[in-house]
């Protein structure tokens, strides 16, 4: 595998459900991010993650609760959604550096969520 | 606070014809800028980036964009359009210091006809 890959591609569920997005980067990048991409709307910063730690939290409901078990790996984990929350969601990964600016960011393909 | 404002959330052109897709920014502080490219059902792909070097860049598949500081815009070109370009492209703006909030646009969905 290269570059960002994300598991599911696509995923419905109920609003009852417990779901997770899964998120692994092959570049050897030490931030990770997850973005919501609904239509007409421009794509939303969720979450960041530098050397496993969160460092934004862009406002999100906690109904997404994000986990970052080491630099290579970012899961979003949901539960009870609304149909709303019915989006793209991407992941992303950079490099940071020793004086804390990040590079390019490179995108996964997203996981498409339907919920009922 | 940073924004991006992308003119057109269509553009439609013909085989061969120029392509071009206009961005403009507002930052309080000197910009990175980026064009990323979205093909139906798949990430973003990064097409060129602006970095604070050279105001021309050149990127991937043909495209450049120009950063124009008077005019605050970073509008990308392609001299000729090929059918492979029809995707949605976004613009996207972040402080010069730290790409990890990056401000996109709305994107702009290319259709190109033969």
């Known amino acids: 595998e290269t570059g960002v890959t994300q598991t599911p591609r696509h995923l419905v569920m109920g609003m009852t459900n417990k779901k997770s997005l899964k998120c692994e980067q092959h570049?050897?990048?030490?931030?990770m991010y997850w973005y919501k991409q609904s239509a007409k709307k421009p794509l939303e910063l969720m979450f960041v993650y530098n050397f496993k730690e969160q460092t934004e939290n862009n406002s999100v409901p906690s109904r997404f609760s994000p986990e970052c078990p080491n630099s290579s790996h970012l899961f979003l984990h949901l539960h009870t959604l609304q149909p709303e929350d019915s989006a793209l969601y991407l992941c992303?990964?950079?490099?940071?550096?020793?004086?804390?600016?990040?590079?390019?960011?490179?995108f996964g393909p997203g996981t498409r969520l339907t919920v009922l | 606070a940073q924004s991006v404002t992308q003119l057109g959330s269509h553009v439609s052109v013909s085989e061969g014809a120029l392509v071009l897709l206009r961005c403009n920014y507002s930052?309080?502080?000197?910009?990175?800028l980026f064009w990323y490219v979205q093909y139906p059902n798949q990430g973003l792909q990064l097409l060129l980036k602006y970095t604070s070097a050279a105001t021309l860049v050149k990127g991937i598949n043909g495209f450049e964009a120009e950063f124009k500081k008077s005019e605050t815009s970073f509008h990308l070109t392609k001299p000729s359009a090929h059918m492979s370009d029809a995707a949605e492209y976004f613009c996207a703006v972040s402080r010069s210091y730290n790409t990890d909030k990056l401000i996109f646009g709305t994107g702009t969905r290319l259709q190109v006809f033969p």
């Open positions: 570049l050897g990048h030490n931030a």
């Open positions: 992303a990964s950079s490099q940071r550096g020793t004086s804390g600016g990040t590079d390019t960011q490179y």
């Open positions: 930052s309080s502080v000197p910009p990175y």
